[in-house]
């Protein structure tokens, strides 16, 4: 049985709200789950799932990035999510929550440049990616679009993490992306990128036309994900596997795949 699907069957646990901090239209939302546990091993770009209680009017999860991990031996270990500032999470608030799911981001075996690609909400995983990047000794910039800039995620935190970080419209993400690839001083080995699919089309072309190695996280969670854990098929996703198309189920055979899935095959 893979990681993915021995989480399935793991309960979920009581985490415990103990810090929020604005962060735009979001709250960055710190919890402490009770250990052991197996979220010291969690990787940027999975996912957490939050059951909903019907009793509460509402029969459908939640689905949430974990917008990263940190293992304290002394005060065990805290998950951080960002949600809707519109929720009004409060501290000492008990969620249960079920994860790490997924596959998340590998980073690089060694240490090389990283550009990190990233739309809205789907920058969450990147937030956490690049502190990683940054511990490995991974020169990372960041190119994030967002159409009102109250939704570009946490920039303080970026900044702090990463050599640059480029905001711009949807509508120039593309040529900002491609002066990005050609940048010297960004030249990346490997691409990073988190949005919806046909940004992730574009950002893989683009960069696998200039020989880079490209992981997406190819699932939209503003759009139809429904359960998170691979049963309802609203995420389904028609990719290019071995030159011909197929349909994969990013929760489970994701999020995180490799950029070839997203090009379109070649006639045969």
Same mark, same amino acid.
């Given at each position: 049985m893979n990681a993915e699907r021995g989480a399935l069957l793991r309960?979920?646990?009581?985490?415990?709200?103990?810090?929020v901090r604005p962060a735009g239209a979001f709250d960055v939302v710190s919890l402490q789950v009770p250990g052991?546990?197996?979220?010291?091993?969690?990787?940027?770009?999975?996912?957490?799932?939050?059951?909903?209680?019907?009793?509460?009017?509402?029969?459908?999860?939640?689905v949430h990035w974990l917008a990263g991990v940190h293992d304290d031996p002394v005060h065990g270990t805290g998950v951080e999510l960002l949600l809707p500032a519109a929720r009004e999470t409060q501290a000492g608030e008990v969620l249960r929550v079920l994860g790490p799911l997924g596959r998340g981001?590998?980073?690089?075996?060694q240490p090389v440049p990283a550009l990190l690609v990233g739309h809205e909400g789907g920058a969450v995983p990147l937030r956490w990616l690049v502190e990683v990047l940054r511990e490995r000794g991974c020169p990372a910039h960041v190119l994030l679009s967002a159409s009102d800039p109250e939704l570009h995620l946490d920039l303080v935190h970026l900044r702090r993490h990463a050599r640059s970080v480029v905001l711009t419209l949807p509508e120039d993400l593309p040529a900002a992306l491609e002066?990005?690839?050609?940048?010297?001083?960004?030249?990346p080995a490997v691409v990073y990128a988190a949005a919806p699919v046909p940004? =992730? /089309?574009?950002?893989? !072309?683009?960069? =696998? /036309?200039?020989?880079? !190695?490209v992981r997406v996280a190819a699932l939209d969670l503003a759009g139809p994900v429904v359960c998170g854990?691979?049963?309802c098929g609203a995420c389904d996703l028609e990719v290019t596997l071995?030159?011909?198309?197929?349909?994969?189920?990013?929760?489970l055979e994701g999020p995180v795949v490799p950029g070839e899935w997203l090009v379109e095959?070649?006639?045969r």
């Open positions: 309960p979920g646990v009581e985490a415990v709200v103990t810090a052991p546990s197996p979220w010291a091993g969690a990787r940027p770009g999975q996912l957490v799932v939050v059951p909903v209680d019907p009793r509460c009017g509402s029969v459908l999860a939640q981001f590998a980073p690089p075996a002066r990005a690839l050609d940048d010297p001083g960004v030249d940004v =992730l /089309r574009t950002v893989a !072309v683009a960069a =696998l /036309r200039r020989g880079r !190695v854990t691979g049963l071995d030159r011909s198309t197929t349909v994969v189920r990013p929760c095959a070649p006639p």
